[in-house]
């Protein structure tokens, strides 16, 4: 078998088509490196020089009327770049860069679609994308006459008149066709890592070496899963050509419309209400309770106004006025949290739905395999946004306290006015990453998925080539 080995080895290595893959994926993989380079060190001073300014910002509010202004507008929580962006973009550019945290309303990841608007028109060309996409299709173009091309040159008649087993031949075809597009793949890329990693802002840590692992194993799955779909199509076919017309189907089928189609069915199935609709609501349910709060208010300096002639009596009237502003703000953050969680709740519904359902394409459960490995994908937005939303719990009860001590001090504007945000008093965000671990038990279930994918199409290519016509 071995010397099937050499002999595929020796055909592919020395094709035009071999020079033609080689040229391609080292194109696009040191394009790939240069571009997501320039493109985290552009995020990640973005997020520095954001993290500063929206301190300072926060620290210039003083007295009654910036303390009021500042607790309505907000303080932006940045979320920091992840590092394996570079390789895996996943949803870092499009779901949002910040959180706004006030006292009026539930976080929502702010600032997505990315800095540069070329990448919301043709995507984001990381590794991810060369191999789902370009990988994917090379794969079947390399082994789409592997077995149907020598059927129709007669060659492969006259390799199995010579004794050769049948699986000996397939199995050949499979490592040759295998270490060919490898071969052009992991070259390069070492080449991409190696400018990635000599660039002074990205800094892989051991965990983020073992991530970047665990996706290139991902990688290889997917891709050999092309390899055994071309093997199989090709050995059950007699011309070239109609393998390579079926094999093109399928791969638009599977690659582009079935992730497309996932989402669509999905949002037919779930429907969930558009953000401008909820933002209605919002508004709807704030001005409700802040009438209330106010009216509660007016209703109460009425009833206690008289008692306002003495210091005592002026201390008691506005802590209790303190109080009811207090529960306004409360009030109106619980509603429109109530809200916001029926709505992220149906959007996240919606979500696992049509991930279910594109699972029955491989380049989906490669895209959230990869995704979950990165740190890039879905979780760990919705574990940012958790933080965020308990962060925002102090944040209202610190801005409760600071407003409880601008009633006490009633009448006295030069204590007021010495008021102001201390950042130091302010609760610390609890943005907790998920560990290896954790990301790895999330993506088992799509590397088995790959796994058995792999094997059956396989099995299948062996049994359809042992029965099939040689002629």
Not at 8 to 26: Q, T
Not at 81 to 86: C, G, I, N
Not at 114 to 134: C, E, H, K, N, Q
Not at 227 to 235: A, D, H, N, R
Request: aromatic share 10%; glycine share 8%; proline share 2%.
């Amino acid at each position: 078998m071995w010397t099937i080995i050499k002999k595929e080895l020796a055909a592919n290595l020395v094709s035009f088509r071999f020079i033609l893959i080689f040229l391609l994926c080292c194109t696009l993989i040191l394009v790939s490196a240069f571009t997501m380079r320039g493109k985290y060190s552009e995020r990640l001073e973005e997020y520095s020089a954001a993290v500063t300014i929206h301190k300072q910002e926060l620290e210039k509010a003083e007295g009654g009327q910036g303390l009021n202004q500042a607790a309505i507008s907000g303080y932006k929580l940045d979320k920091r770049p992840a590092p394996l962006s570079v390789i895996v973009e996943g949803m870092e550019g499009a779901a949002g860069k910040f959180s706004t945290i006030n006292i009026l309303s539930t976080p929502t990841l702010e600032g997505g679609s990315g800095s540069d608007p070329m990448f919301a028109y043709f995507g984001t060309l990381d590794i991810m994308y060369i191999v789902r996409v370009v990988l994917s299709l090379v794969a079947i173009l390399l082994t789409y006459d592997a077995i149907s091309g020598e059927r129709e040159q007669g060659t492969l008649k006259l390799a199995l008149s010579n004794s050769v087993p049948r699986a000996s031949v397939l199995l050949a075809k499979c490592i040759g066709s295998y270490v060919t597009l490898l071969l052009p793949f992991l070259v390069p890329l070492l080449i991409g890592l190696l400018i990635l990693t000599t660039s002074g802002s990205i800094n892989f840590g051991g965990e983020d070496w073992g991530r970047l692992g665990l996706i290139l194993l991902v990688s290889l799955l997917y891709v050999g899963v092309f390899l055994m779909l071309g093997l199989l199509v090709s050995s059950r076919t007699n011309r070239s050509t109609t393998a390579l017309m079926l094999l093109l189907f399928l791969w638009v089928v599977i690659v582009l419309a079935v992730p497309k189609i996932s989402m669509i069915v999905a949002s037919k199935l779930r429907d969930v209400p558009s953000a401008q609709e909820v933002q209605a609501k919002k508004d709807a349910v704030r001005t409700q309770v802040m009438a209330e709060g106010t009216e509660k208010t007016q209703a109460y300096f009425r009833e206690h106004g008289s008692e306002m002639g003495t210091d005592e009596g002026r201390a008691r009237v506005m802590d209790e006025v303190s109080k009811i502003q207090e529960e306004m703000f409360t009030g109106i953050a619980k509603e429109m949290g109530k809200l916001q969680a029926e709505y992220e709740e149906k959007k996240i519904s919606q979500f696992l739905l049509a991930a279910k359902i594109s699972r029955i394409s491989p380049a989906s459960v490669y895209t959230y395999a990869s995704t979950t490995l990165a740190r890039t994908g879905f979780d760990r937005q919705v574990r940012f946004l958790e933080a965020a939303r308990a962060y925002q719990v102090g944040f209202v009860q610190y801005f409760n306290e600071l407003l409880a001590k601008m009633m006490k001090a009633g009448r006295n504007q030069e204590e007021i006015q010495k008021m102001r945000f201390d950042l130091n008093a302010l609760p610390a965000l609890n943005f907790q990453e998920a560990t290896l671990a954790e990301s790895w038990n999330t993506a088992a279930v799509d590397l088995l998925i790959l796994f058995l994918l792999f094997v059956c199409l396989f099995m299948f290519a062996f049994f359809g080539f042992v029965r099939s016509d040689i002629r």
